[in-house]
């Protein structure tokens, strides 16, 4: 039976820690036509993800950036600890097929910023003049218009380009990475605390059960794993 049990539960394993490939890149169009723009849309994990779900938009990378005076690299803790960097999604796209203007529409209803907070500040960092125009018109365009919760254009920012560093790989497809994970800690611990005692002999339950222990704990340690050996931040 554990035989069984670990033929059929480490393929799961395996596929939930392997990075999900960006499926942006199989139909992208001629490099002349994709652009870049960055933006600090508050956590850049959920923002990053939803960005790769407009048409157009073929990559998103999740980093650090908004701190012109910074002579090193940053890292998660010191943009966490500390109120000079920002949290910032860097977003290639398809300028045929959606336009900055649009792209900016789509920044102000997918972020998640927070008052108060540089690192989960609500930024737009235009990369030439022409991007810094239309930011401009456009936050005065729509100086009047509410979001649902209540976030105005008047409180994101305009701020000159600065160096942005691509965040630890752990950082990079976040919730794309973790959903299978946590579904897989879900199931092992239903056989953990015996919700499925009913559908299997018992002699087999106390070895399901140190099983799914096991794998647990083995997942919470790759986790861990993959944060020590993934920490490079890289300048882009």
């Given at each position: 039976m554990n035989r069984s049990l670990s033929l059929f539960v480490l393929p799961l394993v395996v596929s939930a820690f392997q990075s999900p490939a960006s499926q942006a890149y199989s139909c992208q169009s001629p490099l002349s036509a994709i652009k870049e723009s960055t933006f600090g849309m508050g956590c850049f994990w959920e923002p990053s993800e939803e960005l790769l779900k407009v048409d157009g938009v073929v990559d998103t990378?999740?980093?650090?950036?908004?701190?012109?005076s910074a002579t090193e690299a940053p890292t998660y803790d010191t943009v966490c600890f500390g109120r000079q960097?920002?949290?910032g999604v860097r977003v290639?796209?398809?300028d045929?097929?959606?336009s900055y203007e649009q792209l900016l529409e789509t920044f102000f209803q997918t972020q998640k910023p927070k008052l108060g907070s540089?690192?989960?500040?609500s930024i737009i960092f235009p990369h030439d003049k022409e991007q810094e125009k239309i930011a401009s018109a456009w936050k005065s365009k729509n100086a009047n218009i509410q979001r649902?919760?209540?976030?105005l254009p008047e409180w994101t920012e305009i701020e000159p380009q600065s160096k942005f560093y691509q965040a630890e790989g752990y950082h990079q497809r976040y919730w794309q990475k973790q959903r299978p994970r946590f579904a897989l800690i879900f199931g092992l611990l239903a056989i953990a605390t015996g919700a499925l005692n009913n559908f299997v002999p018992d002699v087999y339950h106390q070895s399901m059960v140190n099983f799914a222990n096991a794998s647990v704990l083995a997942i919470g340690l790759v986790q861990i794993l993959e944060r020590v050996l993934d920490a490079k931040v890289?300048?882009?």
């Amino acid at each position: 039976m554990n035989r069984s049990l670990s033929l059929f539960v480490l393929p799961l394993v395996v596929s939930a820690f392997q990075s999900p490939a960006s499926q942006a890149y199989s139909c992208q169009s001629p490099l002349s036509a994709i652009k870049e723009s960055t933006f600090g849309m508050g956590c850049f994990w959920e923002p990053s993800e939803e960005l790769l779900k407009v048409d157009g938009v073929v990559d998103t990378i999740a980093g650090y950036t908004g701190n012109p005076s910074a002579t090193e690299a940053p890292t998660y803790d010191t943009v966490c600890f500390g109120r000079q960097w920002v949290e910032g999604v860097r977003v290639k796209y398809d300028d045929e097929k959606i336009s900055y203007e649009q792209l900016l529409e789509t920044f102000f209803q997918t972020q998640k910023p927070k008052l108060g907070s540089r690192q989960y500040a609500s930024i737009i960092f235009p990369h030439d003049k022409e991007q810094e125009k239309i930011a401009s018109a456009w936050k005065s365009k729509n100086a009047n218009i509410q979001r649902e919760d209540g976030f105005l254009p008047e409180w994101t920012e305009i701020e000159p380009q600065s160096k942005f560093y691509q965040a630890e790989g752990y950082h990079q497809r976040y919730w794309q990475k973790q959903r299978p994970r946590f579904a897989l800690i879900f199931g092992l611990l239903a056989i953990a605390t015996g919700a499925l005692n009913n559908f299997v002999p018992d002699v087999y339950h106390q070895s399901m059960v140190n099983f799914a222990n096991a794998s647990v704990l083995a997942i919470g340690l790759v986790q861990i794993l993959e944060r020590v050996l993934d920490a490079k931040v890289v300048e882009l």
